[in-house]
Nanobody, 124 residues
Framework: QVRLVESGGGSVQAGGSLRLSCAASGHTFSTYAMGWFRQAPGKEREFVAAINGGGGNKYYAASVKGRFTISRDNAENTVYLQMSSLKAEDTAVYYC?????????????????WGQGTQVTVSS
């Protein structure tokens, strides 16, 4: 299993931007697909974005497509989520996840590791 630690959350006004980072431990980071999920109070954890090990395949939830960008740096064992044009409804705890494939992560299947989460608050 890979250990994941998120950072970069915070408070921002609507229309602003934030970049989340997720640092992974271990020497096999590039073999994992990575994803971002979020959970708002009283709601289920939902898929946000996923990227395969090589970085060539990416998936996005419809609600964030065109505003969020997932990327990874395998040399730094880090995955990023660049969030722009933020809306109040993006407010949630954001979690990093590792899995077997980006397609599986999109359906929250075969998630092998979760991070502890980082809070993102967007004020309108």
């Amino acid at each position: 299993q890979v250990r994941l630690v998120e950072s970069g959350g915070g408070s921002v006004q609507a229309g602003g931007s934030l970049r989340l980072s997720c640092a992974a431990s271990g020497h096999t980071f590039s073999t994992y697909a990575m994803g971002w999920f979020r959970q708002a109070p009283g709601k289920e954890r939902e898929f946000v974005a996923a990227i395969n090990g090589g970085g060539g395949n990416k998936y996005y939830a419809a609600s964030v497509k065109g505003r969020f960008t997932i990327s990874r740096d395998n040399a730094e064992n880090t995955v990023y989520l660049q969030m722009s044009s933020l809306k109040a409804e993006d407010t949630a705890v954001y979690y990093c996840a590792a899995g077997r494939s980006a397609a599986d992560l999109k359906h929250k299947v075969d998630v092998s590791s979760w991070g502890q989460g980082t809070q993102v608050t967007v004020s309108s």
